[in-house]
């Protein structure tokens, strides 16, 4: 345990007021011992008050400001005070419960059941669709007599609610309330104790810009065409897309003037397509259909093949080996945008939830079975999708940029842009580049023009997928110098 305290010297990250700014000092400190997270007192929607250092260590303070982030270069970036998301803290990455092994499938499942349950009551009897109706009226006269009649669907579940809970049968509701009181994870302090009036007042000014973000479908449509025009096409099969541009239309109309929700919704699905790949290609190796490696072996008794030959094999089958780990480190950039998302608040409401959830295991065995079918077919689907989200994600930046650059990126975008560790921010992307990239995370512009980024390499990534240049791409960079 003498060991363990030895004073060492770490250059640290203090927190910095919004109104005011301090300078880096080195101190001397006791090696990082992880803390127990500190379960909150009423609910699981709270602000974050970690105060995060270049090698990630949570450092206790009895300061009253919000929190920085110490990135790879050891510039300070400000991030949000508050979360957002339904599932902030507890549930959000970098925060609690890092590698915790998860319990029986069937208590978790019923302990969602029970959470979401109660959403679901508050939803319909507090009409919660309101605010959706409020941002996105109807439009003509099949839109009114919709949202007529979701309305009394909505008055009608409300009245079965009230009649059960006043018989007894389902127990008494109380509408979601602001979090009054609860623990900051890095001091165990109530956060009364840390002025949380102070802090909630800075997360409900970001909260008010958050709400006034919009995003112009017709924009979004203006850009895809410009770039179909301007090459940038993706040709496919009139019935993918015929099922491209149904789906293209429905998030229009479900998500209109609701862009974050819009884009969570988007996240939760766009992980699916690489679980779905991933799912299949182990499926072929365990069957012993397609054993990326079983090739190799013909090389060795191949002595008449010249050695451009057995090039060519290698890096085939290799490249067929480490399209698992490519599409696992997709998957993983897409997780963080999707928490990106969470923390902004786009999960927040039960029926965006429900829609998201259900959405992405339809489209994972849809994939599943796409895949099977034809891979280059459900590439191609994806590398559709993708596309759509670089236009989107594009027109959003642009058009709201200026309101943007005035909020600060959630903790999980610098957590993943900035950090010391790049190899999974690499490892996605397999187009050549003359130098890797470097994205900037200043703003909540800079978060979304990293995503779009991001996607713009999925796209390319879909495509060489669909021939045989992922195979010389990763070869191309297996033997480039890796950052570390």
Known sequence: ????????????????????RVPLVIRASAAPIEAPSSPLIGAKKQPLYNIVSLDEEC???????????MGRDGNLVEVMCCD?????????MYQQADGEIPGSGFALGMQNFQEEFICLRRTFRYDEFASIAAV???QGVFGR???AAGGAIVKGFAALDEALEGAGVLPK?????PIESMVDPATNKSMDEISMDEVMSDCEAIRAKLRQLRLSNQAVWDREHTREATGGKVETPWYVKGVYLALCVMLDNLFNNRPIQRFWFLETVARMPYFSYIACLHLYESFGWWRAAAEL???????EWNELHHLQIMEFWRAGAELRKIHFAEEWNELHHLQIMESLGGDKLWVDRFMAYHAAIAYFWILVVLFIASPGLAYNFSELIEAHAVDTYGEFADANAPLLKTLPPPLVAAQYYRSSDLYMFDEFQTSKQAEPRDPPCGNLHDVFNNIRDDEGEHVKTMKACQDTSVQQEIAARRAAPRRI
């Open 136 to 138: 996105n009226p109807p």
């Open 145 to 147: 007599a919709l949202y």
């Open 84 to 92: 957002y998301g339904y599932r902030s803290g507890a549930g959000r």
């Open 297 to 303: 072996r013909k090389i060795h008794f191949a002595e």
């Open 59 to 69: 450092i206790p303070t009895e300061d009253n400001d919000c929190q920085v982030f």
């Open 1 to 20: 345990m003498a060991s363990a305290l030895k004073p060492r010297l770490h250059l640290r990250s203090r927190p910095v007021a919004l109104s005011k």
């Open 173 to 177: 509701l109380a509408p979601e309330k």
